[in-house]
């Protein structure tokens, strides 16, 4: 049997995003959906009052989203599931058997304008399934997927990702490479050894490398190759990816830390995503310390 996708459920407006996008890629790759909502009920004691009330209230919500999803596309499969404890633990332990975790985001923020961390966060953290991320306010759907490139296994599996999603849909690949240059004052303080050129080209064979083979994997796919060395990674797949269908990312990439399990660049993104975003963990990587 296939693996499902799995929603997470909570109610809001980025949920309903996330239940949306589910629901159509459902359709098209014929799989089924599990809508998940938990209840975070570790302070509550069994004979607490409104335990039995919330655990309704939970139900009552998963009901109303199948018989929705019944209505928008009858030939789904929708199964609901209600859990407990945190939202990140119930989806940790599901995503070992989903085909990928699907999850809403937000724009609330804190009141100097800071975004607030997102629980997405925690759950592309622990789940053992790509994790894709869906903005609330989706506009007319775009065109085209943007993948994050750093020369990393994490983002050579997020080429891969990327290119199936791309040939699968008819849309063109954009890989795109994005570093910042040192500043310019910094850079008259150097010797004159050449070192930006020689990061550059580095670079542009590492952009070149990590599409290799996709045009004989994929004829008919279109593959742009972007070299951006003005902005910072993050910012530059947020940009790039404005109008796009959708924007893959790995996880972590050459520059993070070993013992983390999210780069920063992934974090950065996922604090403002643009569009439909996944962050590929097809399989594990074990790094050096």
Not at 33 to 58: C, K, N, T
Not at 115 to 127: G, K
Not at 177 to 183: H, I
């Amino acid at each position: 049997m296939s693996k499902p996708i799995v929603v997470g459920i909570n109610g809001s407006a980025g949920s309903e995003a996330a239940m949306s996008w589910s629901l159509h890629r459902a359709a098209k790759l014929k799989l089924p959906v599990i809508a998940v909502h938990a209840v975070d009920d570790r302070w509550m004691s069994p004979d607490f009052q409104y335990h039995e009330l919330i655990r309704e209230s939970g139900m009552e919500l998963l009901r109303q989203v199948q018989e929705d999803a019944a209505k928008k596309e009858p030939g789904v499969a929708v199964d609901v599931q209600l859990r407990h404890g945190s939202a990140g633990s119930a989806l940790k332990e599901i995503s070992k058997e989903a085909a990928m975790l699907v999850i809403g985001s937000h724009h609330r923020h804190w009141a100097d304008g800071g975004p607030i961390t997102d629980r997405a966060l925690q759950v592309v953290t622990a789940s053992d399934s790509p994790v894709a991320v869906i903005p609330q306010a989706q506009g007319p759907q775009g065109r085209g997927v943007v993948v994050g490139v750093d020369g990393s296994e994490e983002s050579l599996q997020a080429v891969a990702f990327a290119a199936a999603e791309a040939d699968r849909e008819g849309d063109e690949l954009t890989a795109l490479l994005a570093f910042r240059r040192p500043a310019r004052w910094v850079q008259s303080g150097m010797p004159a050894s050449g070192l930006a050129e020689v990061i550059e080209e580095e670079d542009k064979i590492v952009l070149a490398e990590s599409v290799a083979g996709l045009r004989d994997k994929y004829p008919d796919l279109v593959v742009n190759q972007v070299l951006d060395k003005d902005t910072d990674p993050a910012k530059a797949l947020v940009e790039a990816a404005a109008n796009a269908r959708l924007l893959v990312i790995g996880s972590r990439g050459r520059g993070g830390f070993s013992r983390l399990l999210l780069g920063s660049t992934a974090h950065a993104v996922l604090l403002r995503v643009p569009c439909p975003t996944v962050v590929t963990r097809v399989h594990k990587i074990k790094h050096e310390e």
